[in-house]
Structures are given as structure tokens and as C-alpha cells.
């Protein structure tokens, strides 16, 4: 469509202070607070611009849908609620509840029998 010199391109850009920089990745991954966007296979330009970098990437993309972990604030509220319930120790209630992979119920269940 266009028929443009490259050399001619990367001379303009040098005159308004761009840099263009090819980065050779394997996969990139974008992590969101639920989600995570990889792209494998991907074509990576690294640009620099009035002194801001940014990056321009294209490839395969698959999301996957991530699920935060428990807080330490929130594993201790459980264990006490385990605590309250069964009256058992908290290092019962930690050790069976970690076998138990956070379960709360099965853990009470559990330590009330």
C-alpha cells in the first residue's frame, strides 16, 4: 500500500527523539488483579519517547482467570471461628485445616468428632 524507505522512517523518529528497540521474548504475561493475559510467540517493540518507554506486543493471547489468595488476616479469622467451634488448639485447628486445603467446614466437621 505504502511504500516508505525504512532508513527514511528511522530517521524521522531519530530527529523527534525516538528510539525503536526489537526485544526477543519467548512469552509475555500481563497480570491483572483477576486475570492474567499470556502471549506466546510474541513480537515485542520496546519504543522511547520524551523520556517515557513503552511497549507495543502481538501474538497469541490467552487469558486466564486467576483467584486471589487468602490474606494471613483472613486464615487467622478462620482458625479462631475453627477455634471457637470445635475447641480445639490452634495448632490443631492450622494443621487440619492446611490438610483440609482451607476448607473450614470439613475442618469443623472434622475436629468435632
Given at each position: 500500500m505504502f511504500n516508505?524507505?525504512?532508513k527514511k522512517i528511522?530517521?524521522?523518529?531519530?530527529?523527534?527523539?525516538?528510539?525503536q528497540e526489537d526485544i526477543?521474548?519467548?512469552r509475555v504475561i500481563i497480570e491483572g488483579t483477576n486475570k492474567?493475559?499470556?502471549?506466546?510467540?510474541?513480537?515485542?517493540?520496546?519504543?522511547?519517547?520524551?523520556?517515557?518507554?513503552?511497549f507495543q506486543i502481538s501474538g497469541?493471547?490467552?487469558?486466564e482467570t486467576?483467584?486471589?489468595?487468602?490474606?494471613?488476616e483472613d486464615i487467622?479469622?478462620?482458625?479462631?471461628?475453627i477455634i471457637e467451634k470445635t475447641n480445639c488448639t490452634e495448632q490443631e485447628a492450622k494443621e487440619v485445616l492446611e490438610r483440609n486445603n482451607g476448607d473450614i467446614a470439613a475442618t469443623i466437621l472434622e475436629?468435632?468428632?
Open positions: 516508505i524507505n525504512p528511522q530517521a524521522v523518529m531519530k530527529q523527534l527523539g525516538m528510539k526477543d521474548a519467548e492474567r493475559s499470556i502471549i506466546e510467540n510474541p513480537s515485542v517493540v520496546k519504543i522511547e519517547m520524551q523520556g517515557q518507554e513503552t497469541d493471547v490467552k487469558e486467576v483467584e486471589e489468595p487468602e490474606s494471613q487467622e479469622k478462620d482458625i479462631q471461628l475436629l468435632s468428632k
